[in-house]
């Protein structure tokens, strides 16, 4: 079974003050494109390929479809729980890695069994391909 990576997109967006508030939904979409080519390239130091990469998005930014190789999850309530469930349901029995600094949910899906990582482990390489 292919490792697990999800990302808490609220938390990941939200941790480059770059004006992401004024455009939720396409602050997400341009996470969620600057993600593909991790399911096959893997994360170096933390997530052999090929991996399955699931982004979590909630409010504003619900509606963002998926594109290959990134899974687009819609929270109907609060991402973090949207997170923790799929940590619960899809996580413990493979290797799952949660992208977040929200130390709360970082404790709770850790308590589960998964690893966690900051949000520089996938926006490093965004800007290193934009600048």
Sequence with gaps: MLPLVIVDAANVVGSVPDGWW??????????????TGYEEGG????VDPPLELV???????????????????????????RIVQLVADEGRSRDCLVVTADRELRERVRALGARVAGPRTVRSRGRREDG
Excluded: F, T, Y
């Design 43 to 46: 994360l170096p130091g933390l």
């Design 55 to 81: 982004l979590v998005v909630e409010g504003a930014a619900r509606g963002v479809p998926p594109v290959p190789g990134v899974r687009v999850e819609a929270a109907p309530g609060s991402g973090d729980d």
């Design 22 to 35: 004024r455009d939720r939904r396409g602050a997400a979409e341009r996470l969620r494109d600057a993600l």
